[in-house]
Each structure stands twice: as structure tokens, then as C-alpha cells.
């Protein structure tokens, strides 16, 4: 067992937050809710330039496919909550979480029916995959465990909002089904964000865990369903994917887990690829000595170059001020991180 520690009063407060999220889990899907008559008449010859007939099949597949194994996920996550003795994790996973999630495949399930798939193959597929083996690469622990639903959330949600976006022309009610479960991820992504908040908040040597899920992470679909999840890649750009939203929304996320520009900037010079950074003659793990001066100066500067690189600077961004010796010297302090937010790769962020 990995060494995870927290306070007793952290453990009270995730108990109490997952207490919350069980009294009110938001408004939960409904079968009857699937229950549309979809028109596939147009979606074919809607398609974006670039997305084949079988393309458009695959995405659809692959959203179905992925939602299908629940109970896979709900193994792999009960077994370790229970191994940490974090009974918070496996009440949410156990009581909210999968009978969540067991209605998530049904519509991509309807509109493959509508496409003229049979039913049979459809479930013989969904047998196979529910059969597979679920390779998990990431940590066992809480923090492990709640940064990769985190993660696997946010990406979920932009797929199934990418779809949605891709139907709304041409089959409407099919987009609106979508756009259903999307909500369900969004809420997810933000159950997972803030329970990794609050473990970060009440040990902050946890950006190391967050940082090493995030270098480790990988779908499920990578192991569930490798023939599909290797297209994800060149079909989000047809779809209207957008890498910089996702680089800047992921920043979002992680600044919300760490807690602060300094807690951030600790993340990152985790992460694997900022380790390839060169600033100058330079690497980051060169300049150990300048991230701990005055209280950690160095790591504030890094975390605030990342969300300045990611479009947010507003998170930390004082007003202007008058020229006091404290205006001067940020000045001089945005001078820098302007200079290094522009030495940083996307990927960094990413
Ligand atoms: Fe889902
Ligand atoms: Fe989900």
C-alpha cells in the first residue's frame, strides 16, 4: 500500500461532502428519458468534411463501448477505496457513481439501433468489451484514484459534448440524449475535482500524486477498446475539437486541486514533459535552488506562467498599481513570467 494519510477532520469532511452528493446527486437520468424516435435520415450526409460514414459509426461505438463497462470501473475503484480504507470513495462510486453511469451507453446503444445496426451484434459487442480486461497504469490511492476520474470525467464530457454538437444539425433529439449524459459528466468531473481539492488542501505533498496520475494517465478505451480509442485522435479535429479549450479548461482544473499559482507551479515541475522543457541553456531541474527561494517565489512564478500560458491569468492577476516599490517589483515579476509562460509548450499544460 502506497503511504496516504490524511487528518481525521479531512476524512470527516469527504464523508460529509459525499453525505451532500447522496442526499442530492442533481437530477439523475431516467430510462423513459431514451424513449425518442430518431430520425437518421440526414446524419449521413451532414457529416463534417473529413468523417466518413464509418468514422461516425466508430465515434458513436466508441462513446457506447467505453460507457458500457461500468462495472469494470466499479471493481477497479471499490477494491482500492476498500484497500485505503476510504469508505467516502466507495459510498460515491458504489451509490451514486454506477447506477449513474448503467444508463450512459443506452443512448449511443439507440442510435446505432436507428442506424440499422442489429441488436444482437450491438450486445455481443457490448459483452466482449464488458468482458475485457481493464489495465489500470495510474496509483491505487484515494488521490490517485479520485485525479483519474477527474481526468476521464473531463475528457468523457468533451467527447459526448463534441457528439452532441455533431448531431444537433441533423438528428436533434439524438443530440439532446447526449447532451443529457454530458450533463452527468459534467457533475462527475466536478465530484472528482473537489475531492482531490480537499485531499490536496489537507496534505499538500499530494500535488506529487496528482502530478504522477496525470503523467501515468490513460483511457480505459486504450485497453477496453484499443481499435477505436486509436482513432479518438484524428477524428477530434473533424469533430471541431479544439485543443487549446481543453489545455485551458485541464489548467483550470488543476489550479482549482492545487489551491494556489505556488501548489501549481509544484505539479508541474512533476510532470514528465515539463521535465523536457529547456528555458535557455537551462532545465527546470536546474533551477531547484531559485523554486524554494522566499518561500517558494520560483514555484508561485511557474503556476502563474502556466495559467498565464493557458489564457487564465485573471485567477491571479492583481489590478495595476501605482508606482509603490510593490508595483515596481511586479512589474518586474510579470516581465519574467510573461517571458517564461512563452517558453512553455502546450503540452506542458496539457
Ligand atoms: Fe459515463
Ligand atoms: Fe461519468
Known amino acids: ?7 481525521e477532520a479531512a476524512y470527516r469532511r469527504l464523508e460529509a461532502m459525499v453525505d451532500r452528493i447522496e442526499a442530492d446527486p442533481g437530477r439523475s437520468l431516467r430510462p423513459e428519458e431514451f424513449d425518442v424516435d430518431l430520425d437518421t435520415s440526414r446524419v449521413l450526409s451532414s457529416l463534417p468534411p473529413g468523417l466518413t460514414e464509418e468514422d461516425f459509426v466508430g465515434i458513436v461505438k466508441l ?31 458504489e451509490n451514486v457513481w ?14 446505432l439501433l436507428a442506424l440499422g445496426f442489429s441488436e444482437a451484434e450491438l450486445d455481443r459487442e457490448i459483452e466482449e468489451t464488458q468482458a475485457r480486461e481493464f489495465e489500470h497504469v495510474g496509483g491505487d490511492s484515494p488521490i490517485h484514484v479520485t485525479t483519474f476520474g477527474m481526468v476521464q470525467e473531463y475528457l468523457t464530457d468533451h467527447w459526448h459534448g463534441l457528439i452532441s454538437r455533431l448531431l444537433r444539425p441533423s438528428m436533434p433529439a439524438a443530440a439532446a440524449m447526449t447532451a443529457r449524459i454530458k450533463q452527468r459528466e459534467t457533475l462527475h468531473m466536478l465530484w472528482y475535482r473537489d475531492m482531490t481539492a480537499m485531499q490536496v488542501e489537507a496534505n499538500p505533498d499530494f500535488v506529487r500524486e496528482v502530478a504522477d496520475e496525470l ?38 482544473l488543476l489550479h482549482t486541486c492545487a489551491g494556489s499559482p505556488e501548489r501549481l507551479g509544484r505539479m508541474a ?16 531541474r536546474h533551477l531547484d535552488w531559485a523554486m524554494n527561494l522566499r518561500g517558494g517565489w520560483g514555484y508561485g512564478l511557474v503556476g502563474e506562467a502556466i495559467l ?28 519574467v513570467r510573461t517571458w517564461l509562460s512563452k517558453q512553455l509548450p502546450v503540452s506542458v499544460t496539457a
Not at 454506477?98 to 442510435?111: G, N, Q, S, W
Open 269 to 284: 515541475m512533476e510532470l514528465a514533459s515539463w521535465k523536457d522543457v529547456k528555458l535557455g541553456l537551462l532545465r527546470p
Open 98 to 111: 454506477k447506477p449513474d453511469e448503467y444508463l450512459h451507453a443506452e443512448p449511443f446503444k439507440r442510435i
Open 1 to 7: 500500500m502506497d503511504a496516504y494519510t490524511l487528518p
Open 215 to 252: 503523467n501515468r494517465f490513460r483511457l480505459p478505451g486504450n485497453s477496453l477498446i484499443p481499435d477505436l480509442q486509436s482513432q479518438a485522435e484524428r477524428w477530434m479535429p473533424l469533430m471541431g475539437g479544439d485543443l487549446s479549450r481543453i489545455v485551458r479548461e485541464m489548467v483550470r
Open 308 to 335: 498565464e500560458r493557458a489564457g487564465c491569468s485573471y485567477l491571479f492577476k492583481a489590478q495595476p498599481k501605482e508606482e509603490t516599490r510593490e508595483g515596481i517589483a511586479e512589474r518586474s515579476r510579470a516581465l
Open 63 to 93: 462513446a457506447m463501448l467505453t460507457e458500457c463497462a461500468t462495472d469494470t470501473y466499479v471493481h477497479e475503484i471499490s477494491s482500492r477505496a476498500r484497500e485505503f480504507r476510504a469508505s467516502w470513495l466507495e459510498r460515491f462510486n
